[in-house]
Nanobody, 124 residues
Framework: QVQLVESGGGLVQAGASVRLSCAAS????????TGWFRQPPGKEREFVAA????????MYADSVKGRFTISRDRAKNTVYLQMNSLKPEDTAVYYC?????????????????WGQGTQVTVSS
């Protein structure tokens, strides 16, 4: 079965950098799109970034563009989210998701596989 496990979250100060990892088992991402979503306290889940594994194309939410970078490691079957210049408003539970698709996906309802999430808290 498909398993996605996020790691790398924690408590950091504003302006810091954090790299999140999402390791997959039971699936090879070669024909998938993988995405990162986040859910701030009391708010709905929102799109952060996505990457197409076959081509390497990416897309980002406007709120993180220029600060966050999504990448993949085919050998490790792992997707990363490098987060720089963190702000308090970035505080959220961050989830990785996967879907077998040739195209990039930004809608959470279009993803079938999800990790359990990792908490990122940015203090002022």
């Amino acid at each position: 079965q498909v398993q996605l496990v996020e790691s790398g979250g924690g408590l950091v100060q504003a302006g810091a950098s954090v790299r999140l990892s999402c390791a997959a088992s039971g699936v090879t991402f070669s024909s998938y799109v993988t995405g990162w979503f986040r859910q701030p306290p009391g708010k709905e889940r929102e799109f952060v970034a996505a990457i197409n594994w076959s081509v390497g194309s990416t897309m980002y939410a406007d709120s993180v563009k220029g600060r966050f970078t999504i990448s993949r490691d085919r050998a490790k079957n792992t997707v990363y989210l490098q987060m720089n210049s963190l702000k308090p408003e970035d505080t959220a539970v961050y989830y990785c998701a996967a879907e077998r698709s040739p195209r990039l996906i930004a809608r959470p309802n279009d993803y079938d596989y999800w990790g359990q999430g990792t908490q990122v808290t940015v203090s002022s």
